[in-house]
Structures are given as C-alpha cells and as structure tokens.
C-alpha cells in the first residue's frame, strides 16, 4: 500500500546512516588512517590539517596559487566519502566539534 511506500525512504536512510556508523567503526581502530580537515563554507572545500593514509592518493588536489601555506584540499563529495568511510574527522571552521555523517551530508547537498 501506499504507507509502505512513504516509510520505505526513512528506513532506507536509517539504514544507510547505520552502514556508515559500522564502517566508521570497523575503520577507528586504524586512528593512523585517519585525517583531519576542517569545512571551508564560503569556498565549499575541506582543508586537510593531518593528512593520513593512502587514500590521498586518489582523492583531493593542492590549490595552484595561493601562496606558501598551500594545503591539501578536498571537493564536497571526496569529504563526505572519507567521512563516511570513517577516515575523516571533519570539524566546520576551526571549532572542535568533529561533524556527523548527516551534518556532513547536509552541508554537501546544501547548495
């Protein structure tokens, strides 16, 4: 029926949310692996303060320009895989607060 069908997306979510959580969970015991960066909102970008781990190979770029204090940075999208993967704590500006899989996930599909 039609009930089912509206509920279906919560769970959804839920259980995506949940996958996230595990995989964050199964990843905290390599705290090698994990990087730190801070959310950027007026340029939309995460600035990487600790990079860790191999997956800087693949994901993220270094600004051209900008001087000497040129740090590794990464698009919406690559900040919210990391953090969802559990190899990022992201922290908006410079609080200390490291932001959930769903701040993160609002902040990415705000436009």
């Not at 509206?6 to 595990?22: D, F």
């Not at 090698?32 to 995460?46: G, L, P, R, Y």
């Not at 320009?65 to 990391?82: I, K, N, S, V, Y």
Request: glycine share 10%.
């Amino acid at each position: 029926g039609t009930m089912a069908a509206s509920g279906g997306k919560a769970a959804r979510t839920l259980l995506v949310e949940e996958e996230y959580e595990m995989a964050a969970r199964r990843n905290k015991s390599r705290r090698d692996d994990v990087s730190e960066a801070a959310w950027i909102t007026c340029k939309q970008v995460a600035v990487l303060h600790k990079p860790r781990g191999k997956i800087l190979q693949t994901m993220g770029h270094l600004p051209t320009g900008g001087g000497a204090t040129r740090e590794w940075q990464l698009q919406p999208e690559e900040a919210l895989f990391m953090v969802q993967q559990g190899i990022l704590a992201l922290r908006e500006g410079d609080r200390d607060r490291v932001l959930s899989v769903a701040e993160v996930l609002d902040m990415v599909l705000r436009d």
